[in-house]
């Protein structure tokens, strides 16, 4: 079993940046194909990233094409979410999750269930 826990959230003005980290323990990330997903108040959790257990395929929800990256440190057991040109609509709390399988349809890397493992979330907020 992994243990997945965020940081790097925060308050940023609109326009700024800020990087999310994911860090594992328990077992290697390197087993794991891993998303960024995201909820605001209200809302559903929504699919915002998603990188393969290599790092090969990186896969991005429309609303945060181009302006985010996701990334990944196997042998620090890290996954990244680098955040630039923030606007207020990105604010949610953010959660990673850790798939045992990679995916390549848009149908299984946005589908919450495809998810065993996720973290307990980091707060964005982003002021207009």
């Known amino acids: 079993q992994v243990q997945l826990v965020e940081s790097g959230g925060g308050l940023v003005q609109a326009g700024g940046s800020l990087r999310l980290s994911c860090a594992a323990s328990g077992r290697a990330l390197s087993r794991y194909a891993m998303g960024w997903f995201r909820q605001a108040p209200g809302k559903e959790r929504e699919f915002a990233a998603y990188i393969t257990r290599s790092g090969g395929n990186t896969y991005y929800a429309d609303s945060v094409k181009g302006r985010f990256t996701i990334s990944r440190d196997n042998n620090k057991n890290m996954v990244y979410l680098q955040m630039n040109s923030l606007v207020p609509e990105d604010t949610a709390v953010y959660y990673c999750?850790?798939?045992?399988?990679?995916?390549?349809?848009?149908?299984?890397?946005?589908?919450?269930?495809?998810?065993?493992?996720w973290g307990q979330g980091t707060q964005v907020t982003v002021s207009s």
């Open positions: 999750a850790g798939d045992f399988l990679d995916c390549s349809t848009y149908r299984c890397y946005t589908r919450l269930s495809e998810y065993d493992y």
